[in-house]
């Protein structure tokens, strides 16, 4: 299917948009916190792929091809619109105030101190509950990888929580 | 601590607070609001697919793809009005007067024998008023050559007034949202081809010399790196290497820029990640480290870098301000980028002092 959109066959990049769209809005919503701005990110991320996939020499990779674009779209939507991730912003804090959303408020705040590598991967998994064969794919890392960064950042997620008073009683799960 | 893996909680708790409603994917939609890319993509069917180069997958360059469409439309073409004289058409894209107004692609003399030639969406109203020389530029780019010794030629502008004694220069207005980062940009560039010019507006004025060239953003006033007293000589000179590198297209010359002595002890792993030295993120120096891990010598990252370039000359730049930091060790512009056509991009490159040098450390 990518070597027949680098030939131009265009149905053939409209099936790769089809398949790989909703990652990458996830992939730029975990950098920009926006989702707005991340469908904004997406689209342009296939405009750029869409010009420039004549230039990928491995096809197998094109799912991580794509996830670079976004990173670098998104970062640079970072830097031009001077904003930091809205998790992190004073005006999204102000917006909470029942103890619902404070909780929302501290889970977002834990995830978006995760480093970027650990946010990419717990974001695409709770976004749109993509497997954890799918983000492998996305993100071009091994099942193993995948599955092991996932450990990582959700036990500093729990233990963030920890630290602001926040456990599993709050759920009534745990 | 109980493992993660096993928080049913934690799991109710990041879906509550990341799950979201699934994109509405529409490919349809998308074509129709990306013709150029579609065009792009499709000019290639009966091609075959081209091996490229092998690339950087971490630090792509985007600056050379998007179309935000900035200029205005042309319109219908009539023939010399008071005070104008028609030399050529440049294309065969119809183009107007209205009240004054004149729409690229054309050449002509204003009445005191100035040459004005207008690019492919350009438009300017003619100041026919007596005794007064000069024209107020709406859109686009516009050279002119202003006939000496005749007093004050004063193109006004939304955004300032530039005010010519003999001289050529050239003047580009941009207002539109670049197709990247979806900021509106308003700006006005001048560039001095010959004599000097001065661009004022309520912030500020500034006199511009041959080879000079500044841009007016609204409301803010007018930018000119060699006259910016903040920016090391040093610092000038990587700054407007990599503007002229960009401007033409030249992979070579703009890799010139980094230090590659450095990025490869960071693949190798001699020096640890440090964000001031290294554009990207921690994550990015390790996609680094992970896709470069034979690179064999610094000489060897430096020719796969000039191939990951994906610069696509001629197009202009322009270099809208620049940041110092309080050490005075760390700065970075923001550029415009695109084609003549009118496509615009944002980008922010960076650079630091280190070794002896200033370096550019992000793009």
């Given amino acids: 299917m990518v070597e027949a959109a680098q030939n131009g066959h265009l149905e053939s990049f409209g099936a790769l948009y089809e398949r790989y769209h909703s990652p990458m809005v996830a992939l730029a919503y975990s950098m920009l916190a926006d989702r707005d701005l991340a469908e904004d990110a997406a ?7 869409c010009r420039d996939i004549e230039s990928l020499k491995s096809k197998e990779r094109f799912a991580a091809w794509l996830a670079g674009i976004c990173r670098n779209v998104s970062r640079q939507m970072l830097r031009a619109n001077r904003i930091k991730p809205a998790a992190l912003s004073d005006e999204h804090a102000a917006k909470s105030g029942s103890d619902c959303g404070d909780r929302r408020e501290t889970i977002r705040k834990a995830v978006w101190n995760l480093r970027e590598a650990e946010r990419e991967l717990i974001v695409l998994r ?9 983000i492998s794919e996305v ?5 193993q990888a995948v599955n092991g960064r996932l450990v990582r950042a959700k036990r500093k997620i729990a233990k963030y929580l920890k630290r602001n008073g926040f456990t599993g009683d709050d759920y009534g799960t745990s | 601590m109980e493992r993660p893996e096993n928080n049913k909680w934690l799991d ?4 509550e607070t990341i799950g979201s409603e699934k994109p509405q994917t529409d490919f349809d939609k998308w074509k129709q609001q990306h013709p150029d890319a579609v065009n792009m993509l499709t000019s290639r069917a009966g091609k075959e697919a081209s091996v490229s180069p092998a690339r950087f997958k971490t630090r792509r360059m985007i600056m050379t793809s998007t179309i935000t469409k900035l200029a205005a439309a042309a319109v219908i073409a009539i023939a010399a009005i008071a005070g104008i004289y028609q030399l050529n058409d440049t294309d065969k894209i119809d183009t107007t007067e209205i009240h004054n107004a004149m729409a690229g692609p054309q050449t002509f003399k204003l009445a005191d024998g100035s040459e004005v030639t207008l690019a492919k969406g350009a438009q300017i109203r003619v100041n026919n008023a007596a005794g007064t020389r000069g024209f107020e530029h ?3 780019v516009v050279d002119v050559s202003v006939v000496k010794g005749l007093g004050e030629f004063i193109v006004t502008t939304p955004y300032g007034e530039v005010k010519a004694l003999g001289t050529e220069f050239t003047l580009d207005m941009v207002d539109g949202v670049t197709a990247d980062t979806k900021e509106h940009v308003q700006l006005l560039a ?15 004025a500034s006199i511009l010399k041959e080879q000079q060239k500044l841009v007016v953003e609204k409301d803010r006033a007018p930018y000119n790196i060699s006259q910016d007293d903040n920016v090391p000589a040093r610092l000038k000179e990587r700054m407007t290497a990599l503007v002229d590198a960009m401007k033409a297209g030249d992979a070579e010359a703009y890799s010139a820029n980094y230090n590659f002595n450095y990025l490869y002890k960071l693949i190798k792993g001699e020096v640890e990640y440090d964000s001031n030295l290294f554009g990207g993120t921690e994550a990015d120096a390790e996609r680094l480290q992970q896709n470069l891990a034979n690179i064999e010598s610094a000489e060897a990252l430096g020719k796969a870098f000039v191939q990951s370039v994906n610069i696509d000359g001629p197009t202009k730049v322009y270099l809208r301000d620049i940041e110092i930091s309080e050490d005075g060790k760390h700065a970075k512009a923001r550029l415009l980028t695109g084609k003549v056509a009118g496509s615009m991009r944002g980008s922010s490159p960076q650079w630091h002092n280190f070794d002896n040098d200033w370096w550019q450390v992000d793009d």
């Fill in chain 1, 43 to 49: 689209q342009e991320v296939f405009a750029i792929a």
């Fill in chain 2, 138 to 140: 709406i859109a686009g």
């Fill in chain 1, 126 to 134: 709770f976004f749109d509950g993509f497997s954890q064969a799918r």
């Fill in chain 1, 139 to 143: 993100l071009g890392l091994s099942s």
């Fill in chain 2, 12 to 15: 109710e708790a990041l879906t």
């Fill in chain 2, 190 to 204: 001048v560039e001095v081809t010959e004599g000097s010019v001065e661009v004022s507006n309520t912030k500020g």
